[in-house]
């Protein structure tokens, strides 16, 4: 059971991020050394729904509100070689959806920073043209 049905929204086991695994008895906690702060999570849990979700959707608030991420967590990178683009992701396959879309439509080369790895992949023209699916 999920409490968000929205086929549109990933379903928590989509999610490829750190720490996805939230005790729901426990009202989860993150730190932001940046900001010198730490936040309980019981108003994401409970007016958003968010569920296992919580700690993944206040990041996102966190980087659109500060423009960084808090503690422990780590983004993918997608930025494009040509053009000021760049986008922020918590999972590599909203990451690898915004590099193949620019990709397409651009013919434009983007650089994808995983946050496990030191080096970046690209995803070009030729990627998005020939429909093949990475892994
Ligand atoms: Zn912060
Ligand atoms: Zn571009």
Redesign the pocket.
């Known amino acids: 059971m999920y409490p968000n049905d929205d086929p549109d929204s990933p379903r928590p086991e989509e999610w490829d991020v750190h720490e996805t695994h939230v005790n729901l008895d426990v009202v989860p906690t993150v730190s932001?050394s940046?900001?010198g702060?730490e936040w309980e999570l019981a108003y994401e849990l409970d007016e958003l729904h968010a569920g296992n979700r919580a700690v993944e959707q206040f990041a996102l608030d966190?980087h659109r509100h500060?423009g960084?991420f808090?503690d422990d967590v780590t983004p993918w990178i997608a930025s494009c070689q040509h053009c000021p683009a760049e986008e922020q992701y918590l999972s590599e396959r909203p990451a690898v959806r915004f590099a193949r879309t620019h990709a397409r439509h651009t013919r434009h080369t983007v650089a994808l920073d995983a946050p496990e790895s030191a080096g970046s992949d690209r995803i070009g023209p030729q990627d998005v043209s020939e429909r093949r699916e990475r892994d």
């Open positions: 932001c940046k900001c702060q966190h500060t960084h808090p």
